[in-house]
C-alpha cells in the first residue's frame, strides 16, 4: 500500500516547451538519470533509445511514451513525476518501494525529432506488432515478452478532435483493450479497468468532465490489444485538449496525475480488480469538434448562400525552433453543423476577404473574415 502523502505537481524546468529534442533528454538523462538507465537499442537513424528503472518494488510495472513521435506529454508526464517526487522524499520513498517502474523514454525518437507520428521509415510502430518492419518495436515487443511484468500503460496523445460529451474536450482518455474481436471482459481487462476506475476517481474534483474512455474494437495489429492477449494487464493513456492550451501544459499536468494515480492504484490493487465495473462510468469519446469553425461566410462568387469553413491546426516544428508552430488547414467546407469548433466564428454580417475565390479543402488557410 502507498500511505496517502499529498502529491504536489512540479513541472521539470529542463523541458518547458511541447517539443523535446532528442538530443536534450538524452543529455538530461545521462545527467541525471544515468544510473537507472540503459541503452537497450537504436532507432532507424541511430539514435540511443533508453530504458530507465525506477523503483525497488515487487510489483513490477512497464511503461513507454512518444511511440508516436508527436506525442511528447508522455515524455513530460515522467519528467514532471520524477521532479514532483524529489521535493516530496517521504512520497517517494514510499512510492518507490512499492513500484518497479522501467520506462522506455521516446521509443521513436526519429519520429519525435521530427515531430511526426511515424518512425523513420515511415512505419506507425503501434500497427507493427507482427511485421516487426521497425527497428524501434521488436524492442519494446522482447521486454515485454520477457520482463515478467505485472501491468503496462501504453501512453499516447490524442487530437483536438475529441470531446466527452460534445461540449467538454476529452484531457484525459483510457482503455483497458480487447483481446479479441468479441470484445470479452477477462480478468486481464478488469484488472486494467480497476487501474483506470481508480485513476477517473482520483481526479474527478479536478476534471469531472474531461476523462473518457476509448471504443473498445479490436485490432489485431495493435501493440496494447496484443499485449493484453498475452496476460499483460495494458492501460492505453491519451492526452488531448484542454481549453485554450494548444501547448498542453495543463494537460501536461493532468497527465502526470493520472500517472502518479494509476501507478498508486497498481500499488494498493496488488493485482485485484475491485471497482472494475466503474470502468464503464466513464463516457466514451465522442470524434465531434474541429479547433475553428466560421459559421454563415457569404463566398464573394456565391452572394446568396452562406458555407461553413472548419479549420484544423497542423502541427510542425520548423528549422531551428525550440517549439511546435500551428499551421491553420482547411479541412471541411459546407455544412458543419453535426460538429463544433473549439472556436467559432458567426460571419453574418462579415466579409470573406481572399486572393482565391474560395476556400481549398487540405491547404493552409488562405482568407481571413472581418
Not at 197 to 219: G, V
Not at 230 to 235: D, E, F, V, W, Y
Not at 254 to 269: C, H, P
Not at 312 to 330: D, H, R, S
Request: with cysteine; charged share 25%.
Amino acid at each position: 500500500m502507498i500511505s496517502d502523502f499529498p502529491f504536489i505537481y512540479t513541472a521539470n524546468p529542463n523541458f518547458p516547451n511541447r517539443y523535446i529534442s532528442p538530443h536534450v533528454l538524452e543529455k538530461f538523462i545521462q545527467t541525471n538519470l544515468n544510473d537507472y538507465s540503459t541503452i537497450i537499442g537504436y532507432s532507424t537513424f541511430g539514435k540511443p533509445i533508453y530504458k530507465t528503472r525506477f523503483g525497488n518494488g515487487t510489483i513490477k510495472v512497464l511503461a513507454w511514451s512518444q511511440m508516436h513521435g508527436n506525442e511528447s506529454n508522455a515524455t513530460h508526464a515522467m519528467l514532471d513525476l520524477w521532479e514532483s517526487l524529489k521535493t516530496n522524499p517521504d512520497l517517494a520513498n514510499d512510492f518507490w518501494s512499492a513500484i518497479q517502474l522501467d520506462f522506455i523514454f521516446m521509443l521513436n525518437p526519429d519520429g519525435s525529432e521530427a515531430w511526426t507520428r511515424r518512425n523513420g521509415l515511415n512505419i506507425d510502430l503501434n500497427r507493427d506488432y507482427h511485421m516487426r518492419s521497425s527497428k524501434e518495436f521488436p524492442l519494446l515487443q522482447s521486454i515485454a515478452e520477457n520482463g515478467h511484468y505485472d501491468y503496462a500503460f501504453n501512453l499516447h496523445e490524442q487530437r483536438t478532435l475529441f470531446s466527452t460529451d460534445g461540449i467538454h474536450p476529452a484531457t484525459l482518455s483510457f482503455l483497458a483493450p480487447a483481446e479479441n474481436v468479441e470484445r470479452e471482459v477477462t480478468e486481464t481487462r478488469k484488472k486494467a479497468m480497476a487501474v483506470i476506475a481508480a485513476i477517473h476517481t482520483a481526479l474527478y474534483t479536478e476534471i469531472p468532465h474531461n476523462m473518457a474512455r476509448y471504443n473498445d474494437e479490436f485490432y489485431p495489429n495493435s501493440t496494447g490489444d496484443n499485449f493484453t492477449k498475452m496476460g499483460l494487464p495494458t492501460i492505453l493513456y491519451e492526452g488531448g485538449h484542454f481549453p485554450e492550451d494548444y501547448l498542453r501544459r495543463n494537460t501536461r499536468k493532468y497527465y502526470t496525475i493520472a500517472l502518479f494515480e494509476g501507478l498508486k492504484a497498481i500499488a494498493n490493487l496488488n493485482g485485484k480488480t475491485s471497482r472494475w465495473e466503474n470502468y464503464f462510468d466513464l463516457p466514451e469519446n465522442k470524434e465531434d469538434h474541429f479547433d475553428i469553425i466560421y459559421r454563415n461566410v457569404t463566398l464573394p462568387s456565391n452572394d446568396t448562400r452562406t458555407i461553413d469553413i472548419a479549420i484544423q491546426y497542423k502541427e510542425q516544428i520548423l528549422p531551428g525552433y525550440e517549439e511546435i508552430t500551428f499551421q491553420p488547414i482547411v479541412v471541411e467546407v459546407g455544412d458543419c453543423g453535426k460538429k463544433k469548433g473549439w472556436k467559432e466564428v458567426d460571419c453574418v454580417g462579415k466579409k470573406y476577404l481572399s486572393k482565391e475565390l474560395f476556400p481549398k479543402i487540405d491547404e493552409v488557410q488562405n482568407f481571413e473574415i472581418i
